[in-house]
């Protein structure tokens, strides 16, 4: 059980990209319901994953369930539609296509659930309860995953602003469109090519400066090198590669480990 919100702001990995984001004011999942195609990631035990979509605690109370995009690893029908239905103050949203999946499995589930069309840098805002969130458009990739309605989600909890990229590339022209760079963000959950790529080290360096950052889409195989890389670089920076640790960020953007 995570220690009150009214402390800090408050991160607990759930897996993969996933996370639980919660404030004294609000809570938040993203990227956090996912499927089978997340097993080559970090993800936590079978028992602690049905917990999870069960809405149990610490994983209950939340306002609003984000996806970034359709995939497997980031999106499963089936878990979001156990998860809404086990908490009924809880609404969904993403792209289209995800909601078109989520409703093709369960359309009793209509009402809660919202479709996001947001160009690539325009954020579309929206409210639910204590959470803001606003989803911008950013690609998955140009050529590969064309075709992929991706989104961007910057939340506001408590007057404090996470921005979760899902698995957006490299792209300054979008972010700045998105009114992201040289912006004052307090926590970032990035995929860690961001910290690892030449391209990404500098866009971070120069202008895309979260006060907070975590690093998530590590793969098994991966963890060592990233882990390295990122803590030779950005020593502050927390690599999510432990399931269902949970973090307390302060308002300098200082990141604690809750036991």
């Keep these: 059980m995570l220690p009150s919100p009214a402390l800090g702001l408050h991160l607990t990995y ?3 990209e996933g996370v639980l984001v919660r404030s004294a004011s609000g809570a938040v999942i993203i990227d956090g319901l996912f499927g089978p195609e997340a097993d080559g990631y970090h993800t936590p035990p079978a028992e602690a994953l049905a917990s999870v979509r069960s809405a149990q605690p610490p994983f209950d109370q939340v306002d609003v369930v984000l996806a970034t995009h359709f995939h497997e690893d980031h999106f499963d029908a089936g878990a979001v539609a156990q998860y809404l239905r086990a908490s009924e103050r809880t609404r969904f949203a993403s792209s289209r296509q995800a909601v078109g999946l989520l409703l093709a499995a369960a ?24 959470v803001t969130a606003e989803a911008f458009g950013l690609s998955h990739g140009k050529v590969n995953y064309g075709d992929v309605q991706h989104l961007g989600w910057v939340v506001t909890l408590a007057g404090r602003s996470l921005v979760h990229l899902g698995d957006g590339i490299i792209d300054e022209k979008t972010l700045r469109r998105a009114g992201l760079i040289d912006a004052a963000i307090d926590v970032g959950v990035l995929p860690f090519w961001f910290l690892t790529y030449p391209f990404g080290k500098r866009l971070v360096a120069s202008a895309f400066r979260p006060r907070a950052i975590f690093a998530c889409h590590v793969r098994l195989h991966e963890r060592e090198q990233v882990v390295s890389e990122i803590a030779s670089w950005i020593p502050a920076a927390v690599p999510l590669v432990e399931p269902l640790a949970s973090y307390e960020i302060d308002e300098s953007g200082s990141i604690r480990r809750i036991p």
């Design 107 to 130: 359309p009793e589930l209509r009402d809660r659930a919202i479709a996001v069309d947001a160009p690539e840098g325009e954020r579309v805002h929206h409210d639910f309860a204590g």
């Design 14 to 16: 759930i897996g993969c």
